[in-house]
């Protein structure tokens, strides 16, 4: 293991190592994964400020259909 490793990097090297070593559950998991979206995979590739944008979106549209549609 690198000292150096980010806990982003190291997650997904970890993920990967499980992937490899348990395949019959990787094909459960795809499976799994395309009904419902992969909220995990999503948060890490936007970072904690697309992260915080979404949130806002989502409130923002909320606040606007509950105002015009009433």
Do not use: C, H
């Amino acid at each position: 293991m690198n000292n150096n490793e980010t806990p982003e990097s190291r997650r997904e090297r970890l993920r990967q190592e499980e992937l490899k070593n348990n395949p019959t559950a990787n094909v459960g998991d795809a499976f799994n994964r395309a009904n419902s979206g992969g909220l995990v995979d999503l948060v890490g590739s936007l970072g904690w400020r697309g992260t915080g944008v979404l949130i806002l979106v989502l409130i923002v549209g909320f606040i606007i259909f509950s105002v015009f549609y009433r």
